[in-house]
């Protein structure tokens, strides 16, 4: 039986070699005419590769009547509406735990960057201000502080494990407390009202959208600061540059944002905040062990219907 896989958004080349070598792929995202080609290709398709920052359009699956699984390049699936699935009974996989600890990793980068002012101290050094002016001005460390993390899942884990040896006292914030001796706040202001630097790092989604909001960054203060490796849309930028704008926080590091790649220009510049593009996961080793969980979850249904990570 021929498999027929929709593209929409590809993986890494070499496994992408591999899908081309197993199934009979259609190339949606190299499509000029999208909207003739799903006419053409829609009755074939029963299974569809994605990326989680592409995601795949609801218009998109009500068009491919015999749709049964995405597979989804990333940890992340709110660009995807799973609800819609779950109605078809289509199947949803993303890549989980194999991404955690270079996430993990980027967000200890960003938290002691920004704390330290990592971008500020190149410049200074580049621009000549140092043999100029003299050292720049002192930083702030991150032993002692209090680190609040948004979200202590998978990777809300790896953080705090990183960030113990360093010295830092762990709190969180979540749906309900966990198994864990870390300090617990049930509202996500009294965790900004506990911590000195707030770690994002809950899923995206309607639920999330937002929550870190004027009120939240007001409880932080001015010598807190934000990192954020969740989602952009957790935050309301707005409100962040704002705030990192008139002092209301002290900075903030980021590795997301609402409409990537098209990042809000209000924070290229802010001196306190430094921007990273949405790259917590992108090693060669990280991204080639997700793009093989797309491949493995893919083999795994046609050969047993079962997913290796399934979603829904």
Request: with cysteine.
């Given at each position: 039986?021929?498999?027929?896989?929709l593209?929409?958004s590809?993986?890494?080349?070499?496994?992408?070699d591999?899908?081309?070598?197993?199934?009979?792929l259609h190339?949606?995202?190299?499509?000029?005419?999208?909207d003739?080609?799903?006419?053409?290709v829609?009755?074939?398709?029963?299974?569809l590769?994605s990326t989680?920052?592409v995601?795949?359009?609801?218009?998109l699956?009500d068009?491919?009547?015999?749709?049964?699984?995405?597979?989804s390049?990333?940890v992340?699936?709110d660009s995807i509406?799973?609800?819609?699935?779950?109605?078809?009974?289509?199947?949803?996989?993303?890549?989980?735990?194999?991404?955690?600890?270079?996430?993990?990793d980027?967000?200890?980068?960003?938290?002691?960057?920004?704390?330290?002012?990592?971008v500020?101290?190149?410049q200074?050094?580049?621009?000549?201000?140092?043999?100029?002016k003299?050292?720049?001005?002192?930083?702030?460390?991150?032993?002692g502080?209090?680190?609040?993390i948004?979200?202590?899942?998978?990777?809300g884990q790896?953080?705090?494990s990183?960030?113990?040896?360093?010295?830092?006292?762990?709190g969180?914030?979540?749906?309900?407390?966990?198994?864990?001796?870390?300090?617990y706040?049930?509202?996500?202001?009294?965790?900004?009202?506990?911590?000195?630097?707030?770690m994002?790092?809950?899923?995206?989604?309607?639920?999330?959208?937002?929550?870190?909001?004027?009120?939240?960054?007001?409880?932080?203060g001015?010598?807190?600061?934000?990192?954020?490796?969740?989602?952009?849309?957790?935050?309301?930028?707005?409100?962040l540059i704002?705030a990192?704008?008139?002092g209301?926080i002290?900075?903030?590091?980021l590795?997301?944002?609402?409409?990537?790649?098209?990042?809000?220009?209000?924070?290229?510049?802010?001196?306190?905040?430094?921007?990273?593009?949405h790259h917590?996961?992108g090693?060669?080793?990280?991204?080639?062990?997700?793009?093989?969980?797309?491949?493995?979850?893919?083999?795994?249904?046609?050969?047993t219907?079962v997913?290796?990570?399934?979603?829904?």
């Amino acid at each position: 039986m021929s498999c027929h896989v929709l593209v929409v958004s590809a993986i890494r080349p070499r496994h992408m070699d591999v899908l081309a070598a197993k199934y009979i792929l259609h190339r949606y995202d190299q499509a000029a005419d999208k909207d003739g080609f799903v006419a053409d290709v829609a009755d074939k398709i029963t299974a569809l590769v994605s990326t989680a920052g592409v995601g795949v359009p609801t218009v998109l699956i009500d068009r491919l009547p015999n749709l049964k699984v995405i597979t989804s390049f990333g940890v992340g699936y709110d660009s995807i509406d799973i609800d819609a699935c779950r109605t078809r009974g289509i199947k949803v996989s993303n890549t989980p735990d194999v991404l955690n600890d270079d996430v993990a990793d980027t967000a200890i980068m960003l938290m002691l960057a920004t704390l330290r002012r990592l971008v500020v101290g190149d410049q200074w050094a580049r621009s000549g201000n140092w043999s100029a002016k003299g050292a720049m001005p002192l930083t702030t460390t991150a032993r002692g502080k209090k680190l609040g993390i948004v979200g202590l899942g998978r990777i809300g884990q790896a953080i705090a494990s990183r960030a113990t040896p360093i010295g830092m006292e762990i709190g969180y914030y979540g749906r309900s407390k966990k198994p864990v001796e870390y300090h617990y706040e049930a509202e996500l202001t009294g965790l900004a009202r506990w911590a000195d630097i707030l770690m994002i790092s809950c899923p995206g989604g309607e639920a999330t959208k937002g929550i870190v909001n004027d009120a939240v960054l007001r409880a932080l203060g001015p010598s807190g600061y934000v990192v954020n490796i969740a989602r952009g849309s957790v935050v309301d930028e707005p409100a962040l540059i704002a705030a990192l704008r008139d002092g209301v926080i002290a900075g903030a590091g980021l590795d997301v944002f609402a409409n990537e790649p098209h990042m809000d220009r209000g924070f290229a510049g802010l001196e306190n905040v430094v921007l990273y593009p949405h790259h917590a996961s992108g090693t060669v080793e990280t991204r080639d062990a997700m793009a093989q969980l797309v491949v493995d979850n893919l083999a795994a249904w046609f050969d047993t219907g079962v997913l290796v990570t399934p979603v829904n």
